[in-house]
């Protein structure tokens, strides 16, 4: 009998985590496995999402739920109400939830009440922040799966110290990394920077979009300040998340962000795109999670601006550094990268593009039992 396998996205960065998971299932017996891919629209831009799919050859997802935004509480009840729909039609064997956003918990919880198993890709990660949404996702979606896919170390000792069975957790390595050795030959293909204008290596990429350096009018200012003084020395691009657009808007800060050769605003990119961008850069400055795991695979130096960050080993042993978000510890920390004094890292155990696989070996085996 054919057991059905149902993936959750909701946001950009589920996609990188569930395209390999979805292509490794492709090679086993199809009869006896299928996976099907869920999109809660939890965040949702037509023309950004069909980039991504069509970036990381996934097809077209058989369930798009539409909930779109609102508060935590209205957007985890809204994906709620309409998974629970889909899982009494179709009554998957096993749900796969990604990472750390709304739609994660929303699938966990309808899934766990009804009685079907729950695999998390990306378990046992703590910023031990819980302020932020995530991390609260993050806890509720390990106590409550069946299997916990772990992509690195900490991950490992973080899961044991809450105890959690031993036997549910599996270190199997990290499916965003799966992806981004999957586009790099694809990657090859692309004119990004000619079309932008920029040189390899000479120029430093920003990504920022966390309410607690955007929503704060003199944070983001204190921010587009940073971006302005970096600019003096090299160019600097910026491909700005709508929050961020709409946030500089309200709170009057445009003459920041008046494009010059120097200060490069641009539209959010596809994947593709963007990890052109991000392998020839010089620098990249952001306060994103899935970041630093992708800086760390490429060898590139990477300045997270947060507090705090639920990914140490891109710390311990990456080419990330965690800096508090301050005017002069920024300038500090990124003038030298710019000067060439290049933080050396190594690239973490099992990052090596067949996780994917050892998720797929382990959900086949969990359904045989």
Same mark, same amino acid.
């Given at each position: 009998?054919?057991?059905?396998?149902?993936?959750?996205?909701?946001?950009?960065?589920?996609?990188?985590?569930?395209?390999?998971?979805?292509?490794?299932?492709?090679?086993?017996?199809? $009869?006896?496995?299928?996976?099907?891919?869920?999109?809660?629209?939890?965040?949702?831009?037509?023309?950004?999402?069909?980039?991504?799919?069509?970036?990381?050859?996934?097809?077209?997802?058989?369930?798009?739920?539409?909930?779109?935004?609102?508060?935590?509480?209205?957007?985890?009840?809204?994906?709620?109400?309409?998974?629970?729909?889909?899982?009494?039609?179709?009554?998957?064997?096993?749900?796969?939830?990604?990472?750390?956003?709304?739609?994660?918990?929303?699938?966990?919880?309808?899934?766990?009440?009804?009685?079907?198993?729950?695999?998390?890709?990306?378990?046992?990660?703590?910023?031990?922040?819980?302020?932020?949404?995530?991390?609260?996702?993050?806890?509720?979606?390990?106590?409550?799966?069946?299997?916990?896919?772990?992509?690195?170390?900490?991950?490992?000792?973080?899961?044991?110290?809450?105890?959690?069975?031993? $036997?549910?957790?599996?270190?199997?390595?990290?499916?965003?990394?799966?992806?981004?050795?999957?586009?790099?030959?694809?990657?090859?293909?692309?004119?990004?920077?000619?079309?932008?204008?920029?040189?390899?290596?000479?120029?430093?990429?920003?990504?920022?979009?966390?309410?607690?350096?955007?929503?704060?009018?003199?944070?983001?200012?204190?921010?587009?300040?940073?971006?302005?003084?970096?600019?003096?020395?090299?160019?600097?691009?910026?491909?700005?998340?709508?929050?961020?657009?709409?946030?500089?808007?309200?709170?009057?800060?445009?003459?920041?962000?008046?494009?010059?050769?120097?200060?490069?605003?641009?539209?959010?990119?596809?994947?593709?795109?963007?990890?052109?961008?991000?392998?020839?850069?010089?620098?990249?400055?952001?306060?994103?999670?899935?970041?630093?795991?992708?800086?760390?695979?490429?060898?590139?130096?990477?300045?997270?601006?947060?507090?705090?960050?639920?990914?140490?080993?891109?710390?311990?042993?990456?080419?990330?550094?965690?800096?508090?978000?301050?005017?002069?510890?920024?300038?500090?920390?990124?003038?030298?990268?710019?000067?060439?004094?290049?933080?050396?890292?190594?690239?973490?155990?099992?990052?090596?593009?067949?996780?994917?696989?050892?998720?797929?070996?382990?959900?086949?085996?969990?359904?045989?039992?």
């Amino acid at each position: 009998m054919q057991k059905k396998i149902v993936s959750i996205v909701g946001a950009r960065p589920n996609f990188m985590k569930i395209a390999p998971i979805h292509r490794a299932f492709q090679k086993v017996d199809t $009869s006896k496995y299928v996976n099907t891919i869920l999109h809660t629209g939890q965040h949702y831009d037509a023309k950004m999402s069909d980039a991504f799919f069509a970036d990381l050859d996934m097809p077209t997802p058989s369930y798009f739920l539409g909930v779109g935004s609102g508060s935590h509480a209205v957007q985890t009840a809204k994906t709620m109400i309409e998974l629970e729909k889909v899982f009494i039609e179709d009554r998957p064997d096993l749900v796969l939830v990604p990472g750390d956003v709304n739609s994660t918990l929303a699938a966990t919880i309808v899934a766990t009440k009804m009685g079907i198993p729950v695999g998390h890709i990306e378990s046992g990660l703590r910023s031990f922040d819980r302020t932020m949404p995530e991390e609260l996702n993050r806890i509720a979606t390990d106590v409550l799966s069946d299997i916990l896919f772990v992509t690195e170390q900490s991950g490992l000792d973080n899961l044991i110290k809450e105890g959690i069975d031993s $036997s549910k957790v599996h270190f199997v390595g990290n499916t965003m990394i799966d992806s981004l050795h999957y586009a790099l030959p694809k990657a090859d293909t692309k004119s990004t920077l000619e079309q932008l204008g920029l040189t390899k290596k000479a120029f430093g990429l920003i990504t920022i979009h966390r309410p607690s350096n955007v929503d704060e009018p003199q944070q983001l200012e204190m921010i587009l300040k940073v971006l302005q003084k970096l600019s003096e020395s090299i160019v600097v691009v910026f491909p700005i998340h709508p929050r961020t657009r709409k946030n500089i808007e309200l709170f009057g800060l445009q003459n920041y962000v008046e494009n010059t050769n120097q200060f490069k605003l641009i539209d959010p990119q596809g994947y593709v795109d963007f990890l052109n961008l991000m392998r020839y850069s010089t620098f990249v400055m952001t306060d994103s999670g899935g970041i630093q795991e992708e800086t760390t695979a490429l060898q590139v130096p990477c300045v997270t601006i947060r507090t705090t960050t639920e990914r140490p080993s891109t710390v311990d042993i990456g080419t990330n550094i965690l800096i508090d978000p301050n005017y002069d510890t920024m300038i500090s920390t990124v003038l030298p990268i710019v000067d060439g004094k290049i933080k050396q890292g190594a690239i973490p155990p099992k990052w090596d593009g067949n996780a994917s696989e050892r998720v797929v070996e382990i959900v086949t085996t969990f359904l045989q039992n």
